[in-house]
């Protein structure tokens, strides 16, 4: 679980990284927004590796209170994933309109 969720996420952060990197000659200050989110992203997925190890310690533990917080935590992360991705398309979005108009 712990991988399929980290391959999903390094997947999406590679697509925006390549659409991000096409477009920097022509739209630097909108993409410095995107780069600015890319690194909320990848610090959201450092949480959530630590948070995923927590729920693997929990677990071998058997503590419930500490595994309920560690996926509490995890979804947080997977929160502020998702609402940096919703950003970076939007600015994407915005890059694209302006440039159909231009």
């Known amino acids: 679980m ?3 969720i980290l ?3 390094i997947g999406m952060l590679l697509s925006a990284s390549t659409v991000t990197g096409r477009c920097y000659g022509y739209f630097g200050n909108r993409l410095e927004e995107v780069e600015e989110k890319l690194d909320d992203v990848k610090d959201s997925m450092d949480t959530l590796e630590e948070s995923l190890d927590e729920i693997k310690n929990s677990l071998d533990e058997k503590s419930v209170g500490d595994l ?6 995890v979804k947080s992360s997977l929160d502020d994933v998702k609402s940096s991705l919703d950003d970076i398309e939007d ?3 915005d890059i694209e309109r302006w440039e159909m108009l231009r």
């Open 91 to 93: 600015t994407l979005r």
């Open 68 to 73: 309920e917080e560690s996926l509490n935590e």
């Open 7 to 9: 391959v999903l996420c």
């Open 2 to 4: 712990k991988r399929s």
